[in-house]
């Protein structure tokens, strides 16, 4: 079973990520994951931060000559901006060191802040929003890398682009083409293939940038090559739809998760929403008239590419804050402001791209199993014939 889970605070030492459960033998590149780190930081709306980190991954267990041997796999990503937090968040209290804190006691509506640190119980949000910021999201996109380089063995891609930001929407679908092309740029405005509309986009961010609003948006990711057969209609939790939408719906600001076409889907008949069956005696292959189901039906992957959108609301943080009360005095206040992004729709198809490698990853382990690269290549290897023989 591929487990993962990572740990680290926004403005602490360092973040981490393990990875256990993959097997030996996965070709593994610093230069691959760090670009996916770099990727994470781009797009235009990202705040000051962005231009501080420029997060690099240090593999620390795990991978050995370039290659996974089997062993549990530790990631460390440093925190640039640490230097500036020793004293404000020490790891052992000395004297004094409570004067150097800097506390949060005015929460930011939308954030953990109010709810943690009811729930925490700490009249201070600075511990609750130091976990809850999608920093952490650093820690996934490497340990999602990693799951990338296991599919990538079976010529599993996954990619993401940005549909919607604010009310401009690509009402066109993207080719593979377009997305994989976009995933190469050294330059990423906002993601989407259509420059035209990419540019209308950057409009409502200019707005969101005058007005000292923010502004969320629609990301899709899609995963090309996944076999059939993934997941399962058998039980709730085996189902792979609800475990992308999981993952998906796990990551900070993302509200809703489209699993292909649903939005559309509920909005129309049946006879215009399901994908027509056919098959190609030729190539003695099921084919399909299209794919709104977005590759999964009743849970289970149905060869056709995997399509998970994620709807990601506007950032918390507002220059222009919101009303809130202060945890001490429950005077009314406005909200702390920090640092933010405004904008952070291509960012997080990337962490989405990261979230659904890893359940797909996990989901293909679940069923083709070994421990080494071969011994799984093997297992699908067999489990293909049967395919083909069906
Ligand atoms: C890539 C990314 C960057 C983010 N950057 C910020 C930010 O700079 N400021 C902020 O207030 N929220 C930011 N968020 C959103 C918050 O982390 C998130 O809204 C908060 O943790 C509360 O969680 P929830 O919205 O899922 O309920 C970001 C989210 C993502 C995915």
Same mark, same amino acid.
């Given at each position: ?6 740990a680290? +605070?926004?403005?602490? =030492?360092?973040? $981490? ?13 610093l ?8 990727r %994470? &930081?781009q797009?235009y ?8 980190e420029?997060?690099?991954? =240090? ?7 370039s ?10 990503? %440093? ?5 500036n937090w020793? +004293? ?6 000395v ?5 150097k804190?800097k506390?949060?006691?005015r929460? %930011?509506?939308g ?10 119980? !700490?009249?201070?949000?600075?511990y ?8 952490e ?13 296991f ?6 891609? #996954?990619?993401?682009? $940005?549909?919607?930001?604010g009310?401009?929407?690509?009402e ?6 377009e ?12 993601g989407?293939?259509?420059p035209? #509309?990419e540019?209308r986009?950057?409009?409502v ?19 090309r090559?996944?076999? @059939? ?18 993952a998906?719906?796990?990551?900070q600001? $993302?509200k809703g998760v489209?699993?292909g076409f649903? @939005? ?8 215009? #929403?399901q ?7 030729d190539e003695?292959?099921? %084919?399909? /008239? @299209? ?5 999964? =039906?009743?849970?289970?992957?149905n060869? &056709?590419d995997i #399509?998970?959108?994620?709807l ?19 005077e ?9 992004? $405004? ?8 962490? /989405? ?8 990853? &996990?989901? !293909? ?13 093997r297992?699908? @290897?067999?489990?293909? &014939? ?5």
């Amino acid at each position: 079973m591929l487990r993962f889970e990572t740990a680290g +605070e926004s403005h602490g =030492e360092c973040l $981490v990520a393990t990875l256990v459960g993959l097997p030996a033998g996965i070709p593994i590149s610093l230069e691959n994951i760090n670009r996916e780190l770099w990727r %994470r &930081q781009q797009g235009y709306g990202r705040g000051g931060r962005m231009k501080i980190e420029s997060d690099r991954a =240090e593999i620390v267990a795990g991978v050995r000559h370039s290659q996974t041997i089997g062993s549990p796999v530790a990631i460390l990503i %440093r925190n640039k901006d640490w230097e500036n937090w020793t +004293e404000a968040l020490p790891v052992e209290d000395v004297e004094g060191a409570g004067d150097k804190r800097k506390p949060v006691t005015r929460p %930011r509506p939308g954030h953990a802040d109010l709810a943690g640190a009811i729930k925490y119980n !700490f009249h201070d949000a600075r511990y609750i929003l130091e976990r809850a910021s999608a920093r952490e999201t650093a820690a996934r996109v490497a340990a999602g890398a990693l799951a990338k380089a296991f599919l990538a063995e079976f010529r599993i891609q #996954v990619l993401s682009h $940005v549909v919607a930001v604010g009310g401009v929407r690509l009402e066109r679908a993207a080719t593979w083409e377009e997305i994989v092309a976009l995933s190469q740029k050294d330059e990423v405005l906002l993601g989407c293939v259509d420059p035209d #509309v990419e540019g209308r986009m950057k409009e409502v961010v200019d707005e969101a940038y005058r007005t000292g609003d923010t502004v969320g948006g629609v990301f899709e990711v899609v995963a090309r090559g996944v076999p @059939a057969g993934l997941g399962s209609h058998a039980t709730w939790d085996s189902r792979l739809d609800g475990r992308l939408a999981q993952a998906i719906v796990s990551m900070q600001a $993302v509200k809703g998760v489209e699993v292909g076409f649903a @939005a559309d889907g509920a909005a129309s008949f049946g006879s215009k #929403v399901q994908d027509t069956i056919h098959y190609d005696r030729d190539e003695r292959q099921f %084919r399909r /008239g @299209a794919n709104r189901a977005g590759g999964l =039906e009743g849970g289970i992957t149905n060869g &056709q590419d995997i #399509v998970v959108r994620g709807l990601l609301k506007p950032i918390s943080t507002l220059r222009r804050p919101l009303e809130s009360v202060d945890l001490v005095t429950r005077e009314p206040a406005l909200a702390a402001y920090e640092r933010s992004d $405004v904008c952070v729709v291509p960012a997080a198809g990337v962490i /989405g791209e990261a979230m659904v490698a890893l359940v797909l990853a &996990q989901a !293909f382990l679940e069923k083709f199993g070994g421990d080494s690269l071969d011994e799984t290549r093997r297992n699908l @290897a067999g489990y293909l &014939q049967q395919v083909r023989d069906f």
